[in-house]
């Protein structure tokens, strides 16, 4: 593993090269390995550049730790789209409030066949709230239709269909993930970070942990 990453794309590209075969991922007795990570990855990030999601645009995550949240993760990392990180257990006005100050143009969920409760809960949040969101991408395939009247549905399997991105528009200094904190006198606020700081960090584990 290399001692510096100036960006997330690079640290997957250096450790798929080095140890292509090494699981990076095991959740669920499912094993991804590093070169498996990067092939979908670029997969999923040419299927999401051909829905229009670009540097800068927002991507909500609300889902729990799947291979796919992994996944699109590093795929936005290569467009450079900033990760919108939504807790599943968030109520509707949460939710709603956290995708329109993030101005997030898709939402990235996990659906369940037979389970109303995604639908239910994007039905309860105040459209207002909703308006900027053009995109739903399912990574459960429990949807037949997009829960928004505006926004189209994706199944995540179409996404992993396209061609892979050789291209990265990732940058150290770009903006790549938010998440909340918990509000104790108003809202909860939104902190950024970036693609340099959290390969950084996650370099400096590694290397804490003894696994360069």
């Known amino acids: 593993m290399a ?3 100036p960006h997330l794309t690079q640290l997957l590209d250096d450790l798929a ?5 090494r699981p990076a991922a095991n959740l669920d007795q499912h094993l991804l390995s590093y ?3 990067l092939e979908q990855s670029k997969r999923v990030a040419m299927g999401l550049a051909e829905l229009g999601f670009g540097p800068g645009d927002r991507l ?6 799947r291979l796919e949240y992994l996944v699109t993760f590093f795929a936005c990392a290569r467009l450079g789209v900033v990760c919108v990180s939504i807790n599943t257990k968030s109520g509707p006005a949460e939710i709603g409030d956290t995708l329109h100050r ?33 995109h739903i991408i399912d990574t459960g395939n429990g949807l037949t239709q997009s829960p928004l009247e505006e926004a189209t549905l994706t199944p995540f399997s ?6 892979p991105m050789a291209a990265c528009s990732g940058t150290d200094d770009m903006p790549m993930a938010t998440f909340t904190t918990s509000g104790t006198t108003s809202a909860p606020k939104l ?13 400096d584990v590694a290397n804490n942990l003894g696994l360069t």
């Open 3 to 5: 001692k510096t990453a």
């Open 17 to 21: 090269t080095r140890f292509p075969e």
């Open 35 to 37: 070169a498996k990570l």
């Open 60 to 65: 909500g995550f609300w889902m729990p730790n």
């Open 102 to 134: 993030s101005e997030a143009r898709g939402l990235l969920l996990a659906s369940r066949t037979g389970e109303p409760s995604v639908t239910e809960t994007l039905a309860a949040i105040d459209p207002p709230l909703l308006s900027r969101v053009r």
């Open 158 to 163: 179409t996404l992993e269909q396209t061609a």
């Open 191 to 203: 902190v950024l970070q970036s693609q340099g700081s959290l390969a950084t960090h996650a370099v």
